[in-house]
Structure formats: structure tokens, C-alpha cells
């Protein structure tokens, strides 16, 4: 595990050099400071099991780019403080007009003992 990120971090302390107590540590970024290149879009498509022509490496390589950009972004937005007293606004649950068992899967492709069976997932 890195522990780059471990080591920059030193406590607060007062004045008197004594560590004070904090929630957390800062959250510093975790991402590469180089963007996604062919090598790098070429074995991401390869775990994918995706053919890419090299057309198409190079643009996944920008998007992947951009991608990184539009985190890098999100991790500038300062955090803000949350409610305490957060309450669930939800709805009771109604029971209403539904399909049959047999009219939900009448258009099924396949069905086993009244549900709907799929493929086999290997």
C-alpha cells in the first residue's frame, strides 16, 4: 500500500506541540499525474474483451482524459455541513392495480416454475 499520502500528513498541534484531535485527515487526490495513454486504453480494452482500432485507442485515450479532468474538478468542490436531524421523506406504500403473475410474464422468453429465467451467467 502507498503510504505517500500517509506520510505528508502530520497532525495539528497547539501551541504547546501537543497533537490535537481533528475528524479526519485532509483528503488528498490519489490520481496519476499522467493521462490514460494508448498502452493504458489498449489493456483496459483488452480486460474488457473490446476490439479497438487505433482510431479509436487514441479517442478513448482523450476521453479518458477528460474523464480524470471532470474528477480532478469534483475534488476543488469544498465539502459543506450536513443537516443532523436528517429525517427519510417517503410515501407509505399503497397497494394498487397490478399485473397478474401470468400477465407479467406472457411476454416473457422463458419462464420456470413462475418467474422468469434468463441465460446462464458463466
Known sequence: MDNSAHDRYSPPRDATGIETLTPDPPVTSCMSDTPAGPDTVRH???LA????DDDEVDQFAEQFADILDYFETIE???????????????RPDEVGESLTQEEALSNAES????????????
Do not use: I
Request: no cysteine; net charge negative.
Open 76 to 90: 476543488e468542490v469544498p465539502e459543506v455541513d450536513r443537516e443532523a436531524e436528517l429525517v427519510n421523506v417517503m
Open 111 to 122: 419462464s420456470e416454475d413462475g418467474y422468469f429465467k434468463g441465460p446462464n451467467v458463466s
Open 49 to 52: 474483451r473490446v476490439d479497438l
Open 44 to 46: 483496459v480494452a483488452e
